[in-house]
C-alpha cells in the first residue's frame, strides 16, 4: 500500500491523484497507485434497479473497482467478517484482493464503475457459489 491509501476492515481504499485544471483529472498508473500490472479494464453502467452485482470471488485476479459517476455500495466477505463500503468518489477505488467474495448493491441511477484487473478473463477464475467459496477457503 502506499501512502494514499484508507484501511478499512477487509480491504482498503485506493485514493489516486486529482488535479484541478478546469475541472479535474484523475490518473492512475499500475505497479504505483495500482497495486498490479493492469491486464484488463472493464466498465458497469445503466444497472436496473435493486439489482445485486458480483456475487463471487476470484482465484487469481486482484481488481481496484472505481465508481466514476453515481454511488455503489461493495459488501466484502471473506467467510468471518462483512464490511460495507460505499463508492462515491470518482478518485477513490476499492481494492479487492484474491478470494474476497463480493457483492454490489444500492447503485444510484446513471452510476458508472471502472474496473481495473490483475489477470484477463476466465472462467475458472470465478468461484460464483457462496457454498463452495466457503468450503475453498476453509
Not at 6 to 16: A, V
Not at 47 to 57: D, L, P
Not at 86 to 91: A, E, R, S
Request: glycine share 4%.
Amino acid at each position: 500500500m502506499n501512502n494514499n491509501t484508507i484501511k478499512t476492515k477487509l480491504s482498503y481504499i485506493i485514493e489516486i491523484p486529482k488535479i484541478i485544471d478546469e475541472g479535474y483529472l484523475c490518473f492512475m498508473e499500475e505497479n504505483n497507485h495500482i497495486p498490479f500490472s493492469i491486464k484488463r479494464v472493464y466498465y458497469i453502467f445503466d444497472v436496473i434497479k435493486n439489482a445485486v452485482r458480483g456475487r463471487h470471488t476470484h482465484k487469481n485476479t486482484k481488481q481496484v473497482i472505481f465508481c466514476l459517476r453515481g454511488s455503489v455500495t461493495i459488501i466484502l466477505d471473506n467467510g468471518k467478517d462483512k464490511e460495507a463500503i460505499t463508492l462515491n468518489k470518482p478518485n477513490q477505488g476499492l481494492f479487492l484482493d484474491t478470494m474476497i467474495w463480493h457483492e454490489m448493491v444500492g447503485f444510484k441511477d446513471n452510476t458508472l464503475l471502472l474496473v481495473v484487473a490483475s489477470e484477463i478473463y476466465k472462467d475458472d477464475d470465478y468461484v460464483r457459489d457462496y457454498k463452495t467459496y466457503l468450503k475453498e477457503i476453509a
